[in-house]
């Protein structure tokens, strides 16, 4: 099966400050971020990765954690608690249209039918991706599934496009995004001289000329640096500081705007130019303080 967990506070039983869910939709209850780290076997490491994004989305809450910014990550296969690890890398179809089912399906659909569209963006417009290496394999499996759903039950190709371009995706350390296909609203966040972060020649070329910046795709953009090529998630998240802060700038702005959506009747999409913007003013304010 897929598991869904949730950062939380930390208790006397709850040491670590993570619970599985069960017992509700947590993506149509409200914003979250779903993380997907590459090689999630082991909870400490899904634990570990959930507490890094925690500290990007919410440092200045006590245990980083804020009911309104719920961060989650996703384990595959059988848990075996005697090693505290699970069985799969990637959900098994059958794992993966179960889950497509419970948790994805009442984000568009009534008794088997077709919602509103403004209402399916307003629910897509909770979640947040973010992946990490192959992790983002697995986002596109679950696009895929998504999409096939949506279409099944009669939803157009534009319909789908304009309901799945409220899904935020940030991509790290991986394949960039718009070699995938995605709909979703989608950024590669990565160094250049990590082999794992598939640039071509001249974009390497260029952002090693401009130390950092974006990379303009056909259909989403990328944010990249000329680092030493270590291929770390806590590299990514915490130690440096150009990527972690432009990181934690795009989920904010994800996060805010699903939580504006929230009590609106109208939708403001998120867009490209809403996420360049801010990037724009997370550089001024820094330059400022130089």
């Not at 598991?3 to 400050?17: D, L, P, S």
């Not at 690890?85 to 009534?110: A, H, M, R, V």
């Amino acid at each position: 099966m897929v598991h869904i967990f949730e950062k939380t506070c930390k208790t006397e039983n709850n040491e670590f400050g993570i619970r599985e869910i069960t017992d509700e939709n947590p993506l149509k209850n409200g914003p979250c971020i779903i993380t997907i780290i590459a090689l999630p076997i082991f909870l400490k490491n899904i634990n570990g990765s959930l507490r890094q994004v925690a500290n990007l989305v919410n440092p200045d809450i006590d245990y980083n954690y804020d009911p309104d910014r719920r961060i989650l990550g996703l384990g595959f296969g059988d848990y075996i608690e005697q090693y505290d690890k699970f069985t799969g890398i990637f959900p098994k179809q059958e794992e993966l249209d179960e889950f497509l089912n419970k948790y994805f399906l009442p984000l568009f659909s009534d008794n088997g039918k077709k919602i509103d569209v403004v209402q399916a963006m307003k629910n897509f417009r909770n979640i947040t991706f973010l992946t990490y290496c192959n992790g983002a394999k697995v986002f596109k499996a679950i696009e895929d599934g998504v999409k096939q759903i949506m279409s099944e039950i009669g939803y157009s190709v534009d319909e789908i496009g304009i309901i799945l371009s409220q899904v935020c995706l940030a991509a790290i350390g991986g394949n960039v995004v718009s070699r995938m296909g995605t709909s979703s609203l989608a950024i590669s966040f990565g160094d250049v001289n990590d082999y794992d972060f598939e640039q071509n020649r001249n974009t390497i070329r260029k952002i090693n000329y401009m130390r950092q910046g974006f990379i303009n795709y056909d259909s989403s953009i990328g944010y990249a640096i000329a680092g030493d090529g270590e291929h770390a998630f806590k590299k990514y998240m915490a130690e440096d500081s150009i990527l972690s802060s432009k990181i934690s700038c795009f989920l904010n702005v994800s996060i805010d705007n699903a939580l504006r959506n929230r009590n609106n009747d109208i939708i403001e999409p998120i867009t490209y130019e809403k996420i360049q913007n801010a990037f724009a003013d997370l550089d001024n304010s820094n330059n400022k303080t130089l």
